[in-house]
C-alpha cells in the first residue's frame, strides 16, 4: 500500500461516509474504506477521515461506542505517528470520546437537531486539512447535528486556548450554545483536528457553496 | 452478580433532558422544584464475589458506561 491513500472510517451507523469519499476523490486523491470490527496499518495512510452520521444510533453517547471499536485502536496508533486524522460532525464525536481530543459534545443549547448554513472562522491554520487557508480566514458550511455543543470547563478551555487548540470558531450567531464559540479543535500536536460543521457538503458550487473543498486538498 | 450502575449529568446545565422534562411537567400544571434525567445499567456479572463485582463494575464503568467531563456515577449491589 502506498501512503498517499487517505482511509475513511465505516462504523455502523455512519452516514456521510460516502460524501466523504467522494469529496477526496473529486479533489484528486484515492481513498479506501476502513471497517470498524477491523485493525488496519497505521503506517498505510497518508491521512484518515472519520465522517459523520451516527455510529451505534448514538446509544449510551454520541460516539462512546465507536471509540471503542478496534479500528480506533489503529487510528490511535497513527495518530501517535504524527498521521492526519480529520473528524466531521459524528467523527468529532467519536474522536473526543476516544480521548484523541479534549472536550465532549453535548445536546444543543436549544435541545433541537440542527440544519443550516454557518459562518466560521479559522482560529489557528496549523491543521493538516484546509492547508490553503489563513488565520483569520472566513468560510461558509453546513451544520446538521442535535449534539454539536463544544464542552469543556474553564481550565481546559483555558489550555486549548494557551496551546492553540482552538481550530474553527463560529463567526456571527453561535448556533448551539458550545463553549467560547467554539466549531472545531485540534490535539496538543495538531495532527487530530475536527469539526462540526460538514465540509464534504460545500465541495462544488452547486452544492449551495464550495468553501469545504480545501479540506480535502492533500 | 447483579450490579446497578446509575450515571448521572454532572450539573443542571448539562442535563437537557432533566430540562425539557421538567418543563413539560410544569406546563401540565405539576409542581416540580427540579427535575433531572440520567441512565441506569444493570450488569449480570459472572463474577460471585461481591467485592471483586464491585471492583470489574467499576472499571467497566470508567472504560465506557460515563463521562466524566459530564457525568458522575454510583453502584450499588442488586
Not at chain 1, 43 to 71: E, K, M, V
Request: aromatic content about 10%.
Amino acid at each position: 500500500m502506498s501512503a498517499s491513500l487517505i482511509g475513511v472510517l465505516r462504523f455502523p451507523g455512519t452516514n456521510c461516509d460516502r460524501d466523504v469519499f467522494e469529496a477526496v476523490e473529486a479533489r484528486g486523491s484515492k481513498a479506501v474504506w476502513l471497517w470498524h470490527a477491523d485493525r488496519f496499518d497505521p503506517r498505510a495512510y497518508r491521512a484518515l477521515i472519520l465522517p459523520g452520521g451516527f455510529s451505534y444510533g448514538d446509544y449510551l453517547r454520541a460516539g462512546a461506542l465507536a471509540a471503542r471499536s478496534p479500528a480506533m485502536t489503529s487510528v490511535r496508533e497513527a495518530a501517535a505517528r504524527g498521521v492526519p486524522v480529520l473528524g466531521i460532525c459524528n467523527g468529532f464525536q467519536i474522536l473526543c470520546e476516544s480521548g484523541l481530543l479534549p472536550g465532549v459534545l453535548i445536546r444543543n443549547e436549544n435541545r433541537r437537531f440542527i440544519d443550516e448554513w454557518v459562518d466560521l472562522e479559522l482560529a489557528n491554520p496549523q491543521s493538516f486539512f484546509g492547508r490553503g487557508l489563513a488565520a483569520g480566514a472566513r468560510i461558509r458550511l453546513p451544520i446538521a447535528h442535535a449534539d454539536g455543543r463544544y464542552y469543556v470547563e474553564p481550565d481546559d478551555l483555558k489550555r486549548l486556548q494557551d496551546n492553540g487548540q482552538i481550530w474553527w470558531t463560529y463567526h456571527g450567531e453561535n448556533p448551539n450554545g458550545s463553549v467560547a464559540n467554539i466549531a472545531g479543535v485540534m490535539n496538543e500536536a495538531k495532527n487530530v483536528g475536527a469539526l462540526m460543521p460538514h465540509p464534504e457538503r460545500a465541495i462544488f458550487d452547486w452544492m449551495g457553496g464550495a468553501d469545504g473543498a480545501a479540506f480535502f486538498d492533500f | 452478580m447483579k450490579i446497578g450502575v446509575k450515571v448521572m449529568p454532572r450539573q443542571e446545565v448539562l442535563d437537557t433532558q432533566g430540562r425539557a422534562v421538567e418543563n413539560t411537567l410544569r406546563q401540565n400544571g405539576r409542581e416540580v422544584n427540579s427535575c433531572r434525567v440520567g441512565r441506569y445499567v444493570v450488569l449480570d456479572l459472572p463474577e460471585t464475589d461481591p467485592a471483586k463485582a464491585m471492583e470489574k463494575a467499576k472499571e467497566m464503568a470508567e472504560f465506557v458506561l460515563y463521562n466524566p467531563l459530564i457525568e458522575t456515577f454510583e453502584l450499588e449491589q442488586l
